[in-house]
């Protein structure tokens, strides 16, 4: 039934649309600047193409990765979402269930409006916890303990935001920073009864783990927020002090210069995420996509990718210029937007079918098929 009415994740976001509020809706959905590289993830996923295959008989494509050590029935996960949970309530703990039933990771941001504690029983030992660098090393030390207590043992740190990005279209939308129902936004929110019942149940959202740290109470404009209070923009010490501070895997996300990788091997990562931050923080960026194969050609680390993924063909396009696992954001919350909790899984569903159909077409039996495929080295 769900594929009927929901064959494609631009499917749960039209329907999203129609059930978040008009300024949150802003804030899921919209980049910086004139949107350049927002659009420009799309565009350049669309240039990379596969050549089909035929006269492979039946089979069933494997779709199964080991990733850091871990074994995934499909090579995707969740990516950290500030706020996740304005944008519809209980967004955490519902993403953490899922990630739970489907074997997949879910990452827990920093500025979610869960702490780590509130989703530790729900993830099912898939968490991962994605830390904006705290200017207080002691600060950094808890949130590390915290996040460790509750079962998150992977580590992501973002790198890609030194300042605060300008994000117009989300300030036109009125959003404010502690989130606050002006009659502007009463009224928005009054037209979409279903995320208004789940905020009153929830409580106004509010970033439960950085305002435990923070004794600065004041408004700020809607591109900032109580984490600019606390954290830093981080240099390579940095890096070096949390990699002596966490014991578990360690991800750099944000890598976009193929000249860091080896650098940040050395430096003691164990993997990168290549992440423009879906277009939110720099409107020149490249396309994810088109930097990553010179990424893979300077680093034997594993690579995530995001930014721009609409589906399983759009997977099985990064996995075969070199990615080894893909995250979204934005398409876990248009299914949560659409459908509630179950639109969550309803999205690792669209995408394994896509997966599915598209390996048939190209007569991939394995993952490790796809690179193979590609007609044309993409530059």
């Known amino acids: ?51 089909p295959s035929i006269l492979h008989g039946e089979f069933t494509p494997d779709l199964t990765t080991t990733f850091l050590g871990r074994d995934y029935p499909l090579p995707i996960g969740i990516a950290p979402v500030g706020m996740s949970g304005l944008i519809w309530p209980d967004a955490e703990k519902m993403l953490a269930r899922t990630a739970a039933a489907e074997g997949v990771p879910y990452t827990i941001s920093t500025v979610a409006t869960q702490t780590p504690q509130d989703v530790a029983d729900h993830h099912g030992g898939q968490g991962w916890f ?24 992977t580590l992501v740190l973002t790198v890609d935001v030194p300042v605060a990005s ?12 502690p989130p606050k129902l002006t009659p502007r936004l009463a009224m928005q929110a009054a ?22 740290y923070a004794t600065q109470k ?48 050395d430096a003691g990562a164990d993997a990168l995420w290549i992440s423009n931050h879906a277009g939110r923080q720099f409107d020149a960026a490249p396309a994810t ?12 680390l594993p690579l995530i990718m995001d930014s721009g993924i609409a589906g399983g063909l759009d997977v099985l396009r990064a996995l075969a210029l070199g990615a080894d696992f893909i995250m979204l954001g934005r398409a ?48």
């Open 1 to 51: 039934m769900s594929h009927a009415r929901f064959p494609a994740i631009s499917d749960l976001k039209f329907a999203a649309r129609k059930r978040i509020p008009h300024f949150v809706w802003e804030y899921l959905d919209s980049g910086t600047g004139s949107e350049a590289t927002l659009q420009r993830n799309r565009a350049k996923l669309d240039e990379v193409l596969l050549q």
């Open 130 to 153: 994605q830390i904006y660098p705290p200017r207080d090393p002691a600060i950094r030390a808890d949130m590390l303990k915290r996040a460790k207590d509750a079962g998150l043992h």
């Open 166 to 177: 300008r994000r117009e279209r989300q300030t036109r939308g009125g959003l404010q920073q």
């Open 191 to 212: 037209q979409c009864p279903a995320w208004l019942a789940g905020i009153r149940k929830t409580g106004m959202p509010r970033m439960k783990l950085m305002d435990s």
């Open 218 to 265: 004041t408004a700020l404009p809607s591109n900032q927020h109580v984490g600019y209070l606390l954290r830093t923009s981080p240099d390579w010490s940095y890096v070096d002090a949390l990699r002596s501070e966490w014991d578990g895997p360690l991800i750099i996300k944000g890598v976009l210069d193929s000249r860091d990788a080896p650098k940040l091997k």
């Open 289 to 300: 996509i088109e930097v990553l194969p010179a990424i893979r050609a300077a680093t034997d």
């Open 332 to 379: 876990f919350h248009y299914g949560l937007g659409a459908m509630g909790e179950a639109g969550a899984a309803h999205v690792v569903d669209i995408i394994r079918q896509d997966m599915i159909a598209n390996m048939g077409q190209l007569g991939a039996r394995t993952l490790t098929d796809l690179p193979a495929r590609l007609i044309k080295e993409q530059t």
